[in-house]
């Protein structure tokens, strides 16, 4: 398995979640890594992204409340999310992705991992 997330589950609006991507070996090392999701009708979209050395960057809805890490050692990337609202809901996906443009993934997609936030 190339891309592996984890960590979705059920969780009440202002909960917080923590998933978890494993990569292979070849998908990770320098390569920038980022979180997208999809939500119900809606086409999968660039949620954050780190790269290599550990720059960050956010859709400006995930600010202040996503945090985007990476272990190097481990070949795995994080999305921490906090202040959670029903409009998180969503499948979230890993991907390694071109380091200049954000929706230009490398990798196959996974099954990704479904995040419900109720109200």
């Known amino acids: 398995v190339q891309l592996q997330a984890s960590g979705g589950g059920l969780v009440q609006a202002g909960g917080s979640l923590r998933l978890s991507c494993a990569a292979s070996?070849?998908?990770?090392?320098?390569?920038?890594m980022g979180w997208y999701r999809q939500a119900p009708g809606q086409q999968r979209r660039w949620v954050a992204r780190i790269t290599s050395s550990g720059q960050t960057e956010y859709v400006d809805s995930a600010k202040g409340r996503f945090f985007i890490s990476r272990d190097n050692s481990k070949n795995t990337v994080s999305l921490q999310m906090s202040s959670l609202t029903p409009e998180d809901t969503a499948v979230y996906y890993c991907?390694?992705?071109?380091?200049?443009?954000?929706?230009?993934?490398?990798?196959?997609w996974g099954q990704g991992t479904l995040v419900t936030v109720s109200s």
């Open positions: 991907n390694a992705v071109h380091p200049q443009l954000r929706d230009y993934v490398l990798g196959p």
């Open positions: 070996v070849r998908m990770f090392r320098g390569n920038t």
